[in-house]
């Protein structure tokens, strides 16, 4: 069986057809693409074609998903822009997991989740409307602790600050990134 690879003029290889000899010539002639035929087997993932020899070549490794191949000298380059997207996707889900992973109010660990902030904020709101309200809050370790009004109110607080704090780390790192310009001022922010 032969292969044709038509590729760009960088190398990286655009599609490949296989068939008989001949009528994979002539499609690879008729696709007004640079192309390479050959008796070995291709893959867009695993090869490129090395413009200047014409010769099948199979990509190294990639380092990091930050990495493009760099067709002319044949070896994965960092990019700083994808690095910085991956680095900045990597500290929203640490701000996601800090803010819904609970926080201590008064020397115990309350829920932040989703629900736990929608209950902390309805409670809030009554014990703001009504100074006799008292609860028993599960706490994250499900023991209990009985709340009246102003402790209720201070847990709201509490619960807005952590998430504030959270948030402000996040964009303090988000402004880190877009100002890094190397990788070694990437790899020096981290949650």
Aim: hydrophobic share 35%; net charge negative; glycine share 6%.
């Amino acid at each position: 069986m032969t292969t044709a690879a038509m590729y760009d003029t960088d190398g990286r290889i655009i599609t490949v057809r296989s068939g008989d000899e001949s009528s994979v010539k002539i499609d690879a002639e008729a696709s007004g693409q640079l192309y390479v035929i050959t008796s070995n087997e291709i893959d867009l993932d695993r090869n490129y074609i090395n413009p200047d020899t014409k010769e099948i070549c199979e990509y190294p490794e990639q380092p990091s998903e930050s990495h493009t191949f760099n067709y002319e000298s044949g070896a994965w380059q960092f990019s700083l822009s994808i690095g910085k997207s991956q680095l900045w996707r990597g500290i929203k889900i640490s701000r996601d997991q800090h803010e819904f992973g609970g926080f201590v109010f008064d020397g115990a660990t309350y829920d932040s989740d989703t629900t736990a902030q929608q209950r902390i904020q309805g409670a809030m709101l009554l014990a703001s409307q009504d100074s006799s309200v008292s609860m028993t809050w599960t706490l994250a370790n499900n023991n209990t602790v009985d709340l009246n009004a102003e402790k209720i109110i201070n847990l709201g607080k509490a619960l807005a600050e952590h998430v504030s704090s959270v948030h402000n780390k996040a964009r303090d790192l988000r402004v880190k990134i877009e100002a890094a310009t190397s990788t070694s001022e990437l790899d020096a922010i981290a949650w």
